[in-house]
Structures are given as structure tokens and as C-alpha cells.
């Protein structure tokens, strides 16, 4: 991106992967090519993510099963934190853990209080190959955690346990959005 450039001015938004979509639940793919589809990746991913009124976007999450995602998010002091990171991973996840209502554009409308960790760290590449390292505190990151799970495969609704998890199970059969999805034969 050039710099004073708006991210995802010059994306698409892409139809978003909603919970049932294999893609979700399969560990995404490191990224080996850091040329023009990656970078136009990227801002289809920030228009999608701001097309949804989302904080941070997973490549799977458009149905791209590569290590990517993007995030425009504040943390509890409401500073902005902007960026990407391809070929993630979240090196400390450590402070204490708090419960928050967490929620994901591949669960539209739903929430659920997860736990995390309050401090985070994760390194990576930006869509050029330069190293990058972002540290997120508070609801950053979190941010950062529910990001790097979706490329493992994961959704916040795999961390919810209990009568939250079955409300929230509940909750998913009775969204416009769900379909019935047959497991694996």
C-alpha cells in the first residue's frame, strides 16, 4: 500500500465464509508468493471487512485458506491499531484472562463471552515480506487471538464451554444464516 493510501479503496468485497464452511474448520496454508494477489488479497479482505463492520478478517473467511488477516481495531484505551500480517503467529498470549462478548463476521449477529488473554503478541510478514511484529493489550488482543485462530482452523464458539456454549449452539440453529451441514462421512 502506498503510504496515506485508505486500505480496501481499491478491493472488492467478497462473499464472507459463514460457520458450516469447511474452510473454517481446516488450518490455513502459509503464504509463499508475496506478489500481486496477495496484495490485491489484502485490500479485498479490508473492503470486506469494512463492508461488514468487522475489526479483523481471516483469509478463510472469504474462502482463501492462506495464512492472512488484516484488522482495523482499537484497544481498551480506544487507540487505533491498523495493519496485516501474513504467515502469522502468536508468539505470547499472557496476562491475565478476562471473559468479554466476543463475536465474528462468520457468525453474524451472535456473541458469546470467551476468554483470553489480555496481552498478545504475534509476528509475521507484511504482503511485501518485511518482518512485522504487532502487540495488542485489552480488546486488541483479542483481536489478535480470534485472528490467528481462524488459521488454525478454530472459531471462538470452539473456546465457549458450558450453558454459554449451548446457548450459543442454540442461538447458531436459529440464525437466518444457518444451513444444516452433514458431518463427514
Known sequence: MRHGSIPGARGRVRPLSLLGDPVLGEPCEEVTDFGPELARLVEDMFATMYAAQGVGLAANQVGVPLRVFVYDCPDDEDVRHLGH?????????????????????????????????????????????????????????????????????????????????????????????????????
Do not use: K
Open 85 to 185: 500480517v501474513v504467515n502469522p503467529r502468536l508468539v505470547e498470549a499472557d496476562g491475565i484472562v478476562l471473559r468479554g462478548p466476543e463475536g465474528c463476521l462468520s457468525l453474524p449477529g451472535l456473541e458469546a463471552g470467551t476468554e483470553r488473554h489480555d496481552h498478545a503478541v504475534v509476528e509475521g510478514l507484511t504482503m511485501t515480506g518485511e518482518p512485522v511484529t504487532v502487540h495488542g493489550t485489552g480488546f486488541f488482543a483479542r483481536c489478535l487471538q480470534h485472528e490467528c485462530d481462524h488459521l488454525e482452523g478454530r472459531v471462538y464458539a470452539d473456546r465457549v464451554t458450558g450453558w454459554r456454549r449451548r446457548r450459543l449452539l442454540r442461538q447458531v440453529t436459529r440464525a437466518p444464516w444457518h444451513r444444516v451441514v452433514s458431518p463427514p462421512a
